[in-house]
């Protein structure tokens, strides 16, 4: 699984800066309703230039197991990600396709989530959980910070499931992150950005190496 991930890509230029500046994973967004909102078309295209280099992750928000199904397989997806408020059983009906399950989670709903991932048969469990900024009327993108204290230091309810920590997270506070949260890797969009969907290369850079450093990685070449 990745650690290090910049969501919401949407062209070639950016994706290509992103894999030239070390990111292991790139996020498409499949939700009509995100200003990064991106076709199928463009990301078979972004499939053929970046080849295996980066793993390409889609971002799905409340769309039926079969619509996922279909756009993975056709836009060559590395992996999903279920971002809306999908049931847990559909982990099951995507199989085998990696996926990454995520929630916004605060101290007030992080005990039902727990109690609903410790229900699940080990086989149905996610390849990884995202954790985002709980934002009412927003499912990830807003900028804001997860509640780092409600996750930090309480590992056991994960079950072993490798944790994604996202929610506004930029090149100054993911290092702080890292730290305080000890998540498998982190993720960002807006943190990155000049305008939603655009790429900063400076931010993207300066958020990746930043990130590596983190975890302890050595530097892109």
């Not at 070639?12 to 199928?40: H, K, W």
């Not at 972004?46 to 056709?74: C, H, I, M, S, T």
């Not at 490798?162 to 498998?184: F, K, T």
């Not at 400076?202 to 958020?207: E, K």
């Amino acid at each position: 699984m990745f650690r290090v991930k910049i969501c919401g890509v949407t062209s070639i230029d950016d994706a290509e800066m992103i894999d030239a500046a070390g990111a292991d994973a790139i996020g498409l967004n499949f939700y009509p309703q995100s200003p990064r909102c991106v076709t199928a078309e463009f990301a078979s295209l972004v499939a053929e230039a970046l080849a295996d280099r980066v793993q390409r992750v889609g971002l799905f928000v409340n769309e039926p197991a079969d619509r996922v199904r279909e756009l993975a397989k056709r836009c060559r997806l590395s992996a999903v990600q279920l971002h809306g408020d999908e049931p847990l059983s559909m982990i099951a009906e995507l199989e085998p396709l990696p996926v990454v399950l995520a929630r916004r989670l605060t101290r007030e709903t992080l005990p039902a989530f727990a109690a609903e991932l410790a229900a699940l048969p080990a086989a149905a469990l996610p390849a990884a959980l995202l954790v985002d900024a709980a934002v009412p009327g927003h499912y990830g993108g807003s900028g804001q910070t997860a509640d780092w204290g409600a996750l930090a230091g309480h590992d056991h309810w994960r079950r072993g499931v490798p944790m994604i920590l996202a929610g506004g997270l930029r090149a100054e506070n993911v290092a702080q992150a890292v730290a305080a949260v000890r998540p498998h890797g982190v993720d960002t969009a807006s943190g990155v950005e000049s305008a939603p969907g655009v790429k900063d290369p400076a931010q993207t850079a300066d958020f990746i190496s930043a990130a590596r450093r983190a975890f302890g990685l050595a530097a892109a070449d």
